[in-house]
């Protein structure tokens, strides 16, 4: 692949990004600039300006002459990203169970992200994963407040990478989620608040593999 010049430290940013949300790239990996300028056919310079914006946003660690470490999904920061995601989810369906037309229109999206998740190819990381954020969004969302959804949006690539993570760990992750999924909608639609919020706390421990349970 050829980058123009003038966008090349962002396309190599983006690229690189792009590998350790879909664990291409696993936490723990020491890659280099080398290696990274032949793959995307660009000089170091573009290389390096990239793997500095990475290290400031801390996915990655660099260590002069010897390259960039991408930093594992710690266990803090998965209970964090988890914790945040709960309490936004079940704010957001707490919301609306009093509101049969909203959770009319909330199924209804959650059914579509199902469907085009169910026909996925498992395979591709990028695509499962996103339509797994897009399915949580989709609940935020449906509470109507835009700043809990920005937020909530904004933590959509830790959770894609976590996702990503867990498929990589266990096989039978993906057949789980959808399984899990299929229990939040029917919680959703009968307008049963408890029900979803003790399923989206066994579907996120289970899937990301947080025995001990997750911090409220």
Not at 95 to 110: C, E, G, M, N, T
Not at 163 to 176: G, K
Not at 178 to 191: K, V, Y
Request: proline share 3%.
């Amino acid at each position: 692949m050829s980058y123009a010049s003038g966008t090349a430290a962002e396309r190599v940013y983006d690229e690189v990004k792009e590998l350790i949300l879909t664990n291409a790239l696993v936490g723990g990996e020491l890659i280099s600039e080398g290696d990274v300028a032949a793959r995307c056919a660009v000089s170091r310079t573009p290389v390096r300006e990239a793997f500095l914006r990475l290290e400031t946003e801390g996915w990655m660690r660099l260590y002069p002459k010897r390259g960039a470490l991408v930093v594992p999904i710690g266990e803090r920061e998965a209970r964090d990203v988890v914790g945040a995601r709960t309490l936004l989810e079940e704010h957001a369906v707490r919301s609306i169970v009093d509101d049969p037309a909203a959770r009319a229109v909330l199924v209804a999206q959650l059914e579509e992200n199902l469907t085009a998740h169910r026909g996925a190819d498992w395979a591709d990381l990028a695509e499962f994963s996103r339509l797994d954020a897009q399915f949580h969004q989709l609940i935020v969302a449906a509470g109507d407040n835009p700043l809990l959804a920005d937020f909530f949006v904004a933590l959509g690539e830790r959770h894609r990478r976590m996702t990503s993570a867990s498929v990589h760990r266990d096989a039978s992750i993906p057949e789980r989620i959808l399984t899990d999924h299929r229990a939040l909608l029917t919680a959703i639609e009968a307008g049963d608040a408890d029900a979803f919020a003790s399923s989206l706390g066994a579907h996120l421990a289970g899937v990301h593999d947080l025995r001990t349970g997750i911090r409220r």
